[in-house]
């Protein structure tokens, strides 16, 4: 009984120490277990952390071969690619930087070349002016006074001369008009004065005056109500005064003429449209329609310089919109603009 109490006992300590001995060997595996997880995912977590702060150059130094590895692997292919791409936005964006630098002095420059073209073209047409103005008025007097003298030939080529000097002139009148509106064509130049424009009313007015310059004609306005813009109201009104105009002056050899103000939608926007049913033109040329002192038709049927157009599109463009037509020989034309 004793030795079998002490068989026993024996036992019961060894198997507590086989027990002990597992336990510490499961710890200590259990703990270097952890350590080969935990030190490389603090390490991938620091990375990441990194990186998302900005720091692309950081790397995962983790040369196992088991998904760790290649979890680091990735983690370092994406530290790369965006630094490679953070180097290439930092190199665009120092062109682009030097380029608007570049675009800013050009900008500068270009005004005050404008500025000095203007002050040039205001006084050459003033210097321009004057010599006409007395050549046209010194040849009215000797019509006046000593037409018997010169023979119908004589006459004849002085009032050739005084018909010169009025078509100079009224180049000379268009070319300052337009010196005048070329310079809200710059976006660095003088500001739009915008405000809320109606334009109905504006039309009203502008046809008013022409059926008060005229009254003898017989021409019909058909004006749409309620259209309105956010623009420079001077600005616009020297574009319907020309567009509007010229409607009126091509129709000229209607009896009786329509000529219409609207809008419709154009893909999107909102365009404005002068219509009439006049002398029209030839769509082969609508590319000549606004350039400066480009005409379509002839002195002696029309009259006219051929700036209308040109300070129109010069106009509509400074209001960050764009002008066209359409229109065809002896069947009217209609001009359409926008506006931002």
């Known amino acids: 009984s004793d030795a079998f109490d002490s068989d026993k006992s024996f036992l019961r300590t060894m198997v507590l120490s086989i ?35 900005g720091d692309f150059s950081q790397r995962v130094d983790v040369p196992n071969r088991d998904e760790f590895g290649g979890l680091s692997r990735n983690v370092n292919l994406m530290s790369e690619q965006l630094d490679d791409l953070y180097r290439d936005l930092r ?63 004589g006459t004849e080529d002085l009032r050739r001369v005084r018909t010169a000097t009025g078509r100079m002139g009224e180049l000379i009148d268009e070319m300052m008009n337009m010196s005048r509106v070329r310079g809200i064509s710059s976006a660095t130049s003088t500001e739009l004065d915008r405000t809320t424009v109606d334009l109905s009313e504006l039309a009203r007015t502008v046809a008013a005056e022409l059926v008060e310059r005229e009254p003898e004609r017989q021409v019909e306005f058909a004006i749409e109500d309620g259209l309105t813009a956010n623009a420079d109201p001077q600005r616009l009104r020297i574009t319907l005064e020309s567009l509007l105009g010229d409607s009126w002056k091509f129709t000229g050899r209607h009896p009786r003429a329509k000529i219409e103000f609207g809008a419709i939608d154009h893909e999107g926007d909102t365009a404005y449209f002068v219509r009439d049913g006049g002398a029209g033109f030839d769509m082969a040329e609508a590319g000549k329609l606004f350039g400066p002192f480009s005409r379509l038709h002839s002195a002696a049927d029309f009259e006219g310089v051929g700036i209308g157009l040109a300070t129109v599109q010069r106009i509509v463009q400074a209001h960050g919109g764009r002008v066209w037509a359409e229109g065809a020989v002896e069947a009217g034309a209609t001009f359409y603009f926008t506006l931002e």
């Open 19 to 53: 027990s002990s001995a597992s336990l510490a060997l499961a710890i200590l595996l259990g703990f270097v277990l952890s350590l080969a997880f935990i030190r490389p995912v603090r390490q991938i977590g620091y990375v990441l952390a990194r990186v998302a702060g």
């Open 91 to 153: 190199r665009e964006l120092g062109e682009r930087e030097r380029a608007e630098a570049r675009l800013e002095r050009r900008a500068i420059e270009l005004v005050a070349v404008n500025n000095e073209l203007e002050a040039f073209s205001h006084s050459v047409s003033h210097d321009l002016l004057v010599p006409l103005r007395t050549i046209d008025r010194i040849s009215q007097a000797i019509l006046d006074h000593d037409a018997d003298n010169l023979g119908d030939d």
